[in-house]
């Protein structure tokens, strides 16, 4: 595993904390793309990025905070210690979800068809996200005598554990290319959304699974704390693409953009 990548003096670069950067870069990068090809500011999501970024990662620590309460409550300053790995994606995705569109209501933007561009964007950022906890060695799963199992530090000597971390980046990364697909066809605003929280929490409760009882905790009923956030997610998103398709408005056409367009040649 490599947890740290390089040092210059009381400089460290964390391999997790690189990742979850990149991924989030390239996840707006996409995200304004796809805006621009419905014919939306797509500079507004990098406007905005700084803020979301914030937001994203403060409710992904927090929310891990508040369900690991009992490690954390008499070091108070491991909470901030983000670079060590421990976030909750489901409380990061919310927070940054709601952050950008309340950035775009502000700018009289349309936030939830916004949404839908980003969404494929979220899945190729915790695709990215998850190699950095590969690189970490965190979030692995149980043990496994399959050829691919891998042996991580913490899970001791000569064990070696299913990669959930990988399984994670493979899934959504097709998750991804899935997402663009389905926004790139016609569909009604806030549906690609809803794909990407359904499609998410789907793979999330089934990869959580390999992980319960490792590097997860049981929380009831033999389902992790993940789980049953999964498990309420792909119902409400399920529901949620089903009633925006009966009531929502169709997604904004399709216009042509430059391959080479940049930002300001947008607006």
């Not at 991924?23 to 406007?47: I, N, P, S, Y």
């Not at 561009?117 to 899945?123: E, S």
């Not at 994670?168 to 809803?194: E, V």
């Not at 409400?236 to 056409?253: C, F, M, Y």
Request: glycine residues 14%; contains cysteine; hydrophobic residues 50%.
């Amino acid at each position: 595993m490599y947890p740290r990548l390089f040092q210059i003096g009381p400089f460290t670069l964390f391999s997790f904390g690189l990742m979850v950067i990149l991924g989030f870069l390239a996840g707006v990068a996409l995200g304004a793309r796809l805006c621009r090809e419905r014919g939306m500011k797509g500079d507004a999501l990098f406007d905005s990025a700084v803020v979301i970024l914030i937001a994203g990662i403060a409710g992904a620590r927090l929310l891990f905070v508040a369900l690991h309460w009992r490690e954390y409550s008499g070091h108070a300053f491991e909470i901030a210690a983000t670079w060590k790995g421990g976030m909750s994606f489901h409380g990061g995705v919310g927070a940054g979800i709601l952050t950008g569109m309340l950035c775009m209501k502000r700018r009289r933007l349309p936030a939830l068809a916004m949404s839908d561009a980003a969404a494929p964007g979220l899945a190729l950022g915790y695709a990215i996200g998850r190699i950095g906890c590969f690189l970490n060695g965190c979030c692995y799963g149980t043990p496994t005598a399959a050829p691919w199992g891998v042996h991580f530090p913490e899970s001791g000597p000569g064990i070696h554990s299913h990669p959930t971390q990988i399984y994670g980046a493979a899934f959504n990364f097709a998750l991804t290319a899935f997402l663009i697909w389905t926004y790139r066809r016609p569909y009604r605003i806030g549906q690609n959304l809803m794909l990407f929280i359904t499609g998410y929490s789907v793979y999330r409760f089934l990869v959580e699974g390999l992980r319960s009882g490792v590097t997860a905790k049981v929380l009831a009923l033999g389902l992790t704390e993940a789980q049953w956030f999964s498990l309420f997610a792909v119902l409400a998103g399920g529901a949620a693409w089903v009633w925006l398709g009966r009531h929502s408005a169709p997604a904004p056409p399709l216009v042509p953009v430059a391959p080479a367009e940049g930002k300001s040649g947008e607006e």
